[in-house]
């Protein structure tokens, strides 16, 4: 167990619908980095928070946002959903000051 | 941003056999390099990393180097096992910034 919990584990919406992903990191751990793996594929680098303020923004869709909140914990907000979107997503954290980073379960999306 | 690519996509050995993959980064800033592995289905899970004031770095089995002038570093697996056979990333970040990676070598360690 990394520490990093993600809700939910799965989740299956229809197209054109709008979800929310929940990250908690380790306790303490500052950062958090959002990533979309699909199937088979890489670790697509989607955006990061440091102390609840945005860092750095990677191949986010205009349909995602994202935010931290005070507690650290962070949401991925995903709409007007496309099937391919279907996709899982991490969350990973990692300290301030230190760099190892520790992912998730992920959260299984399906777009029917 | 920092772009990361990683060679082979795929690499299949022999039981005992070493391992290489190879991992070439853009942004002369970054300078902490961590090697995950994602094992069917389960979340990636950090094996070694390396910062940037060292050439090479060794736990047991796994070795990782880094050659800073050529912006390259590299994983090496010895003696491999059949558990070893999983997704492995290399990733290259600035140390409190977005981390890459790098597309992934998906390895088959044969008995």
Same mark, same amino acid.
């Given at each position: 167990?990394?520490g990093?919990?993600?809700?939910?584990?799965?989740?299956?919406t229809a197209t054109?619908?709008?979800?929310t !992903?929940?990250? =908690?990191?380790?306790?303490?751990d500052? #950062?958090?980095?959002w990533?979309q793996? *699909?199937?088979d594929?890489?670790?697509?680098?989607l955006?990061?928070?440091y102390?609840?303020?945005?860092?750095?923004?990677g191949n986010?869709?205009?349909?995602?946002?994202?935010?931290?909140?005070?507690?650290?914990?962070?949401? !991925?907000?995903? =709409?007007?959903l496309?099937?391919?979107? #279907?996709?899982?997503?991490?969350c990973a *954290?990692s300290?301030?000051g230190?760099a190892?980073?520790?992912?998730?379960?992920?959260?299984r999306?399906t777009v029917? | 941003?920092?772009?990361?690519?990683?060679?082979?996509?795929t690499?299949?050995?022999?039981?005992?056999?070493s391992?290489v993959?190879?991992?070439?980064?853009s942004?002369?800033?970054?300078?902490?390099?961590?090697?995950?592995?994602?094992?069917?289905?389960?979340r990636?899970?950090l094996?070694?990393?390396?910062?940037?004031?060292?050439?090479?770095k060794?736990?047991q089995?796994?070795?990782?180097?880094?050659n800073?002038t050529a912006?390259?570093?590299?994983?090496?697996?010895?003696?491999t096992q059949?558990?070893?056979?999983?997704?492995?990333?290399?990733?290259?970040?600035i140390?409190?910034?977005?981390?890459?990676f790098?597309?992934?070598?998906?390895?088959t360690?044969?008995p």
């Amino acid at each position: 167990d990394s520490g990093v919990t993600q809700t939910p584990k799965h989740l299956i919406t229809a197209t054109g619908q709008r979800v929310t !992903l929940r990250c =908690s990191p380790r306790s303490g751990d500052l #950062s958090v980095y959002w990533y979309q793996q *699909s199937l088979d594929q890489g670790l697509q680098f989607l955006i990061q928070y440091y102390n609840g303020e945005e860092r750095a923004k990677g191949n986010i869709l205009e349909r995602f946002s994202a935010q931290q909140f005070p507690d650290l914990h962070s949401e !991925l907000n995903l =709409s007007s959903l496309e099937l391919g979107d #279907s996709a899982l997503y991490f969350c990973a *954290s990692s300290p301030g000051g230190t760099a190892e980073a520790f992912f998730g379960q992920g959260t299984r999306l399906t777009v029917v | 941003g920092e772009n990361v690519e990683q060679h082979p996509s795929t690499l299949s050995v022999q039981e005992g056999d070493s391992a290489v993959i190879k991992c070439t980064y853009s942004d002369s800033a970054s300078n902490y390099f961590p090697w995950y592995k994602q094992e069917l289905g389960k979340r990636p899970q950090l094996i070694i990393d390396i910062r940037s004031n060292v050439g090479e770095k060794k736990d047991q089995r796994i070795a990782v180097t880094l050659n800073k002038t050529a912006k390259h570093f590299s994983l090496h697996i010895t003696e491999t096992q059949p558990e070893d056979s999983a997704v492995y990333f290399c990733a290259a970040s600035i140390i409190n910034n977005d981390m890459r990676f790098g597309a992934g070598t998906r390895l088959t360690v044969k008995p």
